[in-house]
């Protein structure tokens, strides 16, 4: 039986891939544009049963679902940081570094080789995408302990909610006067 629901799935979506593939040729769309509302629409439709099964199975053990989007885009999952092995960070942190330097390489030759105003103006965005890749690599490269952000203070993964971590003010800020 369960190969039959598997055929008839997988027959549903062959079918539905064609379909917007074919209306989207017929209206002159973009190949790309059509694999993307493909890509769409196997995200939200396979999301929409995903979470009804859950849904169900929560409800029968008395449990309330959680809301459907916060399902579908899993957002609790943003905000807890991920563990990434030292050497893999700092070869990233150097990639992005190298490519900040191509950008300011390229923004200074744009600078330096212009006739038009235009021309300066790439360069100086060149140079300013440059200064931040840089800016980015070096940070992904001192996050050095797991808990540690890319931007923005510190977190503590062991506060509820992944909340600011406390700091010796957040007392004298609650007293009475």
Do not use: C, H
């Amino acid at each position: 039986m369960i190969r039959l629901y598997t055929a008839i799935y997988l027959g549903f979506w062959v079918a539905l891939a064609v379909t917007i593939a074919y209306f989207g040729t017929t209206a002159g769309v973009s190949p790309w544009l059509s694999a993307s509302l493909v890509f769409i629409a196997f995200f939200f439709i396979n999301g929409s049963l995903a979470y009804l099964f859950l849904s169900r199975r929560l409800k029968g053990q008395g449990k309330t679902p959680p809301p459907f989007l916060q399902y579908l885009f899993q957002t609790e999952k943003l905000n807890q940081p991920t563990p990434v092995p030292t050497p893999v960070r700092v070869v990233l942190g150097l990639i992005v570094i190298f490519g900040g330097a191509l950008f300011i390489l390229g923004g200074g030759v744009f600078v330096s080789n212009f006739d038009r105003a235009a021309v300066l103006l790439v360069g100086f965005a060149f140079l300013f995408l440059g200064f931040a890749f840089l800016y980015v690599g070096y940070r992904v490269i001192r996050m050095n302990r797991p808990n540690r952000r890319l931007f923005g203070p510190d977190r503590v993964t062991g506060l509820p909610d992944n909340s600011l971590q406390p700091t010796p003010n957040d007392g004298a800020a609650e007293r009475t006067r």
